[in-house]
């Protein structure tokens, strides 16, 4: 039912920065909740950022906090995730997900539906 499209992954330099898309283009997840998670090599695939319905109640790892920043446009069935500051260890594959309920979770096991991923390398 629903269908993700992820876009803006890309290389840039420590520093730098980067804007993640995620859309729906049946535009119909507005009333649930929103996830990034992102994979790097060699390592499991962990937290990044969510928000809830509406735009509530937004949560971040403790590695994007101050740097990163989520948002959603509701009419478009649109979520963001600005990415600022980056540094080589956020190089990694990120993925939008779409939570079962209305808040921002940070578990994977709440999300069920998944983008196919967006690779954002970032050199020193």
């Known amino acids: 039912q629903v269908r993700l499209s992820e876009s803006g992954g890309g290389v840039v330099q420590a520093g730098g920065s980067l804007r993640l898309s995620c859309a729906d283009s049946?535009?119909?997840?507005?009333?649930?909740?929103v996830g990034w998670f992102r994979q790097a090599p060699g390592k499991a695939r962990e937290f990044v950022a969510a928000?809830?319905?509406?735009?509530?109640?937004?949560a971040y790892a403790d590695s994007a906090k101050g740097r990163f920043t989520i948002s959603r446009e509701i009419a478009s069935s649109t979520v963001y995730l600005q990415m600022n500051n980056l540094k080589p260890e956020d190089t990694a594959v990120y993925y939008c997900?779409?939570?079962?309920?209305?808040?921002?979770?940070?578990?994977?096991?709440?999300?069920?539906?998944w983008g196919q991923g967006t690779q954002v390398t970032v050199s020193p």
């Open positions: 928000i809830g319905w509406r735009g509530g109640s937004p």
């Open positions: 997900a779409v939570s079962r309920s209305s808040v921002a979770s940070t578990s994977q096991s709440s999300y069920q539906y």
């Open positions: 049946r535009r119909t997840f507005s009333n649930n909740g």
